[in-house]
């Protein structure tokens, strides 16, 4: 069975008071038009409508910015919002005779996944239904429409809350408004809707009527996991699907052998992947594609987006972007990397130390209440502390390199481009402005070379 999905992504949101489109606020990092957009790839459709209106030239850039979970996105406007079925019947023109089903779901419920979906297609695949749709059972109505059935316990029909009975009002099943349609059945349906309401919209919900009408069948997937369903329209909303959203990431990581000291204060994107046995410390944010290695502790108050971290390493207090960390490295507290950083097996960072677009070689120690930018350092190289290398000039940034074994005294500026040779030194205070050769002592400012190492011995 061929599958495409219609996106519903038009709406105005205005209950949450922002000049930003509702489906762009993000959750736990992501726009919650990805989630959406990520379960019905996953799911498999093969063609897929986005349909946008308030806002759009905003979703439109702002999924330019972003990896498209799928080549196959299709954008449609619905510039005058008038209702959900009108929103699909837009969707009509780039879908129509492209899939034997379709899937209608919605950009701002990013709590859907593509397993409840796949079930919802099977179940519309093996009954050969008409029209197959998701309900949930919950006490708090949300002001959904209630799920009405006959004796047989099929599906005759939805009734909005406004227009219930006390007895209606008394169903706990609920319509969530996602649904698969038998796909020329819906683009057939679509046009005999009829405006409902003093706005004079058409409701996706009236098809139902229609399939009971002409005694088509009716399928209906029953969820027990309301979160799933949750509909962002305020703040309140969002904080409540953040929070969700949240406990799921965490808690996959955790049945996959990662340990959350307080999953509560721990702020982990969906991006991130962890190896087992790593530690992480409370208030700790990982972000974006960030990769963490196995035995590794993580915080507490850590901040790491875009970055690769391998095993054994101990990061503490510290904040890390699009950085390169090898094994059995240590850092901390209050250490940054900024991009470009690349820190080989075997480094300690002392405290308040920075590290910007430099190679840092195997077992390197920096000291605390250091800069090194635009820089590479060789193997086993000591960076006393307080040292800077000064590699902008107004103009243009310059590299400082440094050769293996090389010691830095302490309060020592490298004023670059400059090298220091293998095995050198520089005295406590230096000035460093002209290269080094290897295994000499360079001391004062302008700093100079005294003596070759290997003749004071």
């Known amino acids: 069975m061929k599958l495409a999905a219609v996106v519903l992504a038009a709406g105005q949101g205005t209950r949450m008071k922002s000049n930003l489109p509702k489906v ?36 439109r850039a702002a999924l330019s910015n972003f990896q498209l979970p799928t080549p196959n996105l299709q954008f449609v406007e619905q510039a005058e919002q008038r209702g959900t079925g009108h929103a699909v019947l837009k ?56 799920i009405l059935r006959d004796a047989n316990h099929c599906v005759i029909g939805i009734v909005e809350e406004s227009d219930a009975t006390p007895e209606q009002l008394a169903i706990k099943e609920l319509n969530c408004g996602v649904y698969c349609f038998n796909a020329d059945w819906l683009w057939d349906h679509l046009t005999q809707l009829k405006p409902n309401g003093k706005k004079g919209e058409y409701y996706l919900t009236d098809l139902v009527a229609l399939a009971v009408g002409e005694q088509r069948k009716i399928e209906a997937i029953v969820m027990r996991d309301v979160s799933e369903i949750i509909g962002v329209n ?29 999953p509560a204060t721990t702020y982990i994107e969906p991006g991130v992947e962890i190896d087992v046995d790593t530690v992480i410390e409370p208030n700790t944010h990982l ?30 207090s510290s904040h890390l972007t699009e950085a390169i960390v ?11 990397l900024r991009p470009g950083a690349h820190l080989a097996r075997d480094v300690v960072m002392g405290n308040y130390g920075e590290v ?37 000039d107004g103009k243009q940034k310059n590299r400082t390199v440094m050769g293996d074994d090389v010691f830095i005294g302490s309060d020592t500026m490298l004023i670059a481009p400059v090298t220091i040779g293998a095995r050198s030194r520089t005295g406590a205070g230096a000035v460093v402005n002209k290269d080094v050769p290897p295994d000499s002592l ?3 400012s302008p700093a100079r070379v005294i003596r070759k190492i290997a003749d004071s011995k």
Do not use: W
Not at 295 to 301: A, E, H, K, T
Not at 326 to 336: A, H
């Open 356 to 392: 910007k677009n430099s190679y840092i070689g195997e077992g390197s120690h920096i000291g605390h209440f250091s800069y090194i930018g635009d820089s590479e350092l060789g193997k086993r190289v000591n960076i006393g502390a307080g040292t800077i290398t000064c590699n902008y």
């Open 234 to 262: 305020t703040r309140v909303h969002l904080a409540q699907a953040e929070n969700l959203m949240r406990e799921r990431i965490n808690q996959r990581l955790m049945l996959a052998g990662v340990t959350l000291i307080d």
């Open 442 to 444: 360079a001391v004062g």
């Open 326 to 336: 090898e094994e059995n490295v240590r850092m901390g507290p209050f250490v940054r």
């Open 91 to 146: 969707a009509r023109e780039v879908l129509q005779g492209k899939a034997d089903a379709i899937v209608v779901t919605y950009a701002d419920m990013p709590l859907l996944q593509a397993e409840t979906l796949k079930r919802l297609v099977e179940l519309h695949s093996s009954s050969v239904a008409t029209l197959t749709m998701l309900t949930v059972v919950s006490d708090d109505s949300m002001a959904f429409g209630r």
């Open 287 to 316: 972000q974006g594609k960030t990769r963490i290695g196995a035995n590794c502790r993580i915080g507490p108050n850590t901040i790491i987006r875009d970055s690769t971290i391998g095993d054994d390493c101990t990061i503490l």
């Open 24 to 59: 762009l606020h993000p959750v736990v990092g992501k726009p919650m038009v990805h989630y959406a957009l990520d379960a019905v790839t996953d799911l498999g459709a093969g063609q897929i409508a986005l349909v946008i209106g308030h806002g759009g030239e905003q979703v």
